[in-house]
Nanobody, 124 residues
Framework: QVQLVESGGGLVQAGGSLRLSCRAS????????MGWYRQTPGKQRESVAA???????GYADSVKGRFTISRDLIKNTVYLQMNGLKPEDTAIYYC??????????????????WGQGTQVTVSS
């Protein structure tokens, strides 16, 4: 199985910065992509940023120019540097990893793995 541990959320004033981290561990065979989603009460979870194993990145229009996603392939860790934070960035941020792992029965499984979520609150 695969476990994702997130860290770095918190409370920050508008205009401030935070850096989120998410480390994947367990029976990982390969990782194809890693990314971040966020969700606020009453809304669907939305994609914020993603990065492929080849390093290609993508961002939601609302965060382009302010957020930067990066990853450490050796540590199986993805980061989200958030600058110029706005109150509308307030949400629970979830890490997601798309890849292959070995199940308890010994077979390989391709799927998405989700972190537990970390709260980001931006005050005005």
């Amino acid at each position: 199985q695969v476990q994702l541990v997130e860290s770095g959320g918190g409370l920050v004033q508008a205009g401030g910065s935070l850096r989120l981290s998410c480390r994947a561990s367990g029976s990982i065979v390969s990782i194809d992509a890693m990314g971040w989603y966020r969700q606020t009460p009453g809304k669907q979870r939305e994609s914020v940023a993603a990065i492929t194993s080849g390093g290609t990145t993508g961002y939601a229009d609302s965060v382009k120019g302010r957020f930067t996603i990066s990853r450490d392939l050796i540590k199986n860790t993805v980061y989200l540097q958030m600058n110029g934070l706005k109150p509308e960035d307030t949400a629970i941020y979830y890490c997601v990893v798309h890849g292959t792992s070995t199940t308890n029965s010994g077979r390989n499984e391709i799927r998405d793995y989700w972190g537990q979520g970390t709260q980001v609150t931006v005050s005005s």
